[in-house]
T-cell receptor
Framework: AQTVTQSQPEMSVQEAETVTLSCTYD???????LFWYKQPPSRQMILVIR??????QNATENRFSVNFQKAAKSFSLKISDSQLGDTAMYFC????????????FGKGTRLHILP | GAVVSQHPSWVICKSGTSVKIECRSL??????MFWYRQFPKQSLMLMAT?????????EQGVEKDKFLINHASLTLSTLTVTSAHPEDSSFYIC???????????FGPGTRLLVL
């Protein structure tokens, strides 16, 4: 069975700083997807970034980038130039390669961006 | 673009009554719909997986007779909480997946409060 671990329940950083959220996972699969989802107070789940395990290049989306270390089963999210609107819960998630397989979520990290 | 609508957005009901939550996929066909439950300050926990035209697969510990899932068409899946009790109060969220694709779309969620 797959597991996703987020070891930082809560973090706070000053606006404009860079912050890194940690995520490790466990799987025997070789091909899979990893995700970071943002859940603001509205509770709508928003996809931040997605990484295909078969791609060595780290995914980036504007201020968001990941450090994907497949051998170490690590998938951290870096937010650069953090903004007040980045305040939210962030969930790391895993899915097998098949698109209709379930997504397993970590417990989440609550991120506060301070003015 | 493709989205998933979810209704109602929130509902308050008396203990012992049943509540139906609908998720509709817009501009895409959701061959698979995942149903998650999220308690306050916790992560999303998968309840069940439903594929269009077949019976839902429930996660361990989820009562299939209490949480009835119907996925009669490629654009509509419903979750009925039968004989709801206060401990069923939670945030319920659906996730639609287009067949054979890795793209998923979350509904906006339903807040259920059982008095």
């Amino acid at each position: 069975a797959q597991t996703v671990t987020q070891s930082q329940p809560e973090m706070s950083v000053q606006e404009a700083e860079t912050v890194t959220l940690s995520c490790t996972y466990d799987t025997s699969e070789n091909n899979y997807y990893l995700f970071w989802y943002k859940q603001p107070p509205s509770r709508q789940m928003i996809l931040v970034i997605r990484q295909e395990a078969y791609k060595q290049q780290n995914a980036t989306e504007n201020r968001f980038s990941v450090n994907f270390q497949k051998a170490a089963k690590s998938f951290s999210l870096k937010i650069s130039d953090s903004q007040l609107g980045d305040t939210a819960m962030y969930f790391c998630a895993f899915m097998k390669l098949r698109g209709d397989d379930k997504i397993i979520f970590g417990k989440g990290t609550r991120l506060h961006i301070l003015p | 673009g493709a989205v998933v609508s979810q209704h109602p957005s929130w509902v308050i009901c008396k203990s012992g009554t049943s509540v139906k939550i609908e998720c509709r996929s817009l501009d895409f066909q959701a061959t698979t719909m995942f149903w998650y439950r999220q308690f306050p300050k916790q992560s999303l926990m998968l309840m069940a997986t439903s594929n269009e035209g077949s019976k839902a697969t429930y996660e361990q510990g989820v009562e299939k007779d209490k949480f009835l899932i119907n996925h009669a068409s490629l654009t509509l899946s419903t979750l009925t909480v039968t004989s709801a009790h206060p401990e069923d109060s939670s945030f319920y969220i659906c996730l639609g997946v287009a067949g054979g694709e890795e793209t998923q779309y979350f509904g906006p969620g339903t807040r259920l409060l059982v008095l």
